[in-house]
Each structure stands twice: as structure tokens, then as C-alpha cells.
């Protein structure tokens, strides 16, 4: 019935595979459990290999670093089942009836993509932490993202994440495009989790600049289509006004100004935009 795939990356996932476990064993819903972690070499290792001391559960560890997505198409290479749920490891659920919504979801519809939604915990961070945060509050919870996603496997199968997306970033957004391209919609259920591992806002800026290098990687190859990305289609109408060396030029004079307010105890989601943008303008050639 059911194939709980959960990529891992220096992260400590048992509990999360428990709390499913049980709420599978309460629901008697047929299923198992796949984790794979991603070369990490982390000792939190150590405890997810007991993982696999648990009935219908396994935990992997690659050689080599693949990316988050190419992990993903593995664990789904390896299920047995017809419908997949993808999970971050980072995420636990919400309600204690979070897999039965599924079941029951996807056992009384003719839908094949479910997307269950985000939420973060309501308690505000410490300083260092608030950018990921505030973004997370604003832009995730609205979003639609594969960290909460149940599908059918001879779909995702065939249109799995495309691998040559190796860094952070943006292969969601490809993921999707794929999908839309060829008809699939995708349904935003209430049956959130939580994210529950926060990032300091230096490393999520640091991750952030990976993602743009990424999308800018899948502007050049034309793998996304401008509608896609808000990022592309505000650079593409600064090209037509010819106005992306002058951005460029404004973000390179500004950026550590802007830097200090995003590292700050009151990052501006607005200015976080339009770093973003002027990046994109600074990498693009």
C-alpha cells in the first residue's frame, strides 16, 4: 500500500520513523519505511541504524554524495508499494492521524499528487536563526514542496527528479514544472508537518546562493519555463529593459548592507527578494 521514503542528511531520523511506525501499526495500514542517507559520514549514524532493527523499516547510507533528488529516485527505485510519501527527515507530523488522512485521501479520490503543507513550530528562534524562520512562516507554508508529498509510484517513476540537479536548490520547482508540463496537478491537502530543524541565517544566505547558482543552471539549459520562476521572469523583463548589468552593479554595491539586515533580529523578506534577484543578475552572464 504505502512506501515512506525519508532522504537523510546529518540528521537523526529514528524518532520520526517511530512516530510513523506507530501510527502505520494503529491504522493497519500495509507499509514500510525506506531512509537513505546522503555520504554524510555523521554520527547521528549511529543511532538511525537501529532503524533497521524495526519491522518493515531499513536505513541506507550512500558512498558517495548523490544530491537530495537522486537519492529520492533511488529510495523509489527500491519501494514495493503503489503509492510513495516523501518525507524530510527534518519533518514530523502534526496530528497523530496524519497517515490515515492520507490513506483515506488518496483511497477516496482518483487524484495521484497530494501535497499535506509546512508549518513551524509557533516559538521564535534565537536571533541567529530568524531568517530561515520568518521565510519558512511567509513563503514555505504557502508553497507547494516534495518535504510533505504522497504520490503514485508509476508516476513518480516516470517523471522522477531530474539528477542533474547535485547541489541544493530549486530541483522542487523542476520537479513540479515536469509534472504540470505533462497534466499532473498537484492537491494541497491540510495534513501539515512540522520543520522542525532550523538553519542559522549565514548558512541558509550561504544555501541560498547555491540555489540561485542552480537556477541559473536551469534557466541557461531551459529547463524551466519563465512562468515557473518569479526569479527568471523579473530578471527576463530587467533584460528586455535592458537593465541587468545596472541591478548587477546596485546589488555588488549593496550587498553587504543588505547582508547585515538579513543576518539581523529583523531580516525584511522584502530586501531577502530582492537579494535574490540582484544575485541572479550578478551570476548571470
Excluded at 558512498?63 to 503509492?83: H, S
Excluded at 525584511?268 to 535574490?276: A, E, T
Aim: hydrophobic share 40%.
Amino acid at each position: 500500500m504505502l512506501s515512506i521514503l525519508i532522504p537523510v542528511y546529518n540528521y537523526n531520523v529514528f524518532p520520526l520513523v517511530n512516530e510513523l511506525v506507530k501510527q502505520c501499526d494503529f491504522s493497519g495500514i500495509e507499509f514500510e519505511i525506506l531512509c537513505q542517507d546522503d555520504a554524510s559520514n555523521s554520527q547521528e549514524n549511529i543511532l538511525n541504524n537501529q532503524i533497521n532493527l524495526v519491522s518493515n523499516c531499513s536505513f541506507f547510507v550512500n558512498q558517495n554524495n548523490l544530491g537530495r533528488g537522486k537519492n529520492i529516485n533511488l529510495l523509489a527505485e527500491k519501494a514495493r508499494y503503489n503509492w510513495l510519501l516523501i518525507l524530510d527527515c527534518d519533518t514530523f507530523p502534526v496530528q497523530n492521524d496524519f497517515l490515515k488522512k492520507y490513506i483515506d485521501t488518496v483511497l477516496g479520490s482518483t487524484k495521484k499528487i497530494f501535497f499535506g503543507g509546512i508549518i513551524y513550530e509557533d516559538k521564535k528562534p534565537e536571533s541567529g536563526e530568524l531568517l530561515r524562520w520568518i521565510y519558512g512562516n511567509k513563503r514555505e507554508t504557502v508553497s507547494v514542496l516534495t518535504s510533505n508529498l504522497i504520490i503514485k509510484k508509476e508516476i513518480f517513476l516516470k517523471y522522477p527528479f531530474d539528477e542533474s540537479i547535485t547541489k541544493y536548490g530549486y530541483e522542487d520547482l523542476l520537479f513540479f514544472s515536469v509534472l504540470k508540463a505533462n497534466h499532473f496537478e498537484v492537491f494541497k491537502i491540510e495534513n501539515p508537518t512540522f520543520h522542525l530543524n532550523l538553519e542559522t541565517s549565514n548558512i541558509f544566505l550561504n544555501k541560498t546562493k547555491i540555489a540561485l547558482e542552480n537556477l541559473v543552471f536551469l534557466y541557461d539549459s531551459q529547463k524551466i519555463a519563465k512562468k515557473d520562476s518569479k526569479i527568471i521572469s523579473s530578471f527576463d523583463f530587467l533584460r528586455k529593459l535592458k537593465l541587468t548589468q545596472f541591478s548587477a552593479f546596485l546589488f555588488l554595491k549593496n550587498q553587504t548592507r543588505i547582508e547585515r539586515n538579513l543576518l539581523s533580529q529583523n531580516p525584511s523578506l522584502f530586501l531577502f527578494d530582492l537579494y535574490k534577484l540582484g544575485y541572479f543578475c550578478s551570476i548571470k552572464k
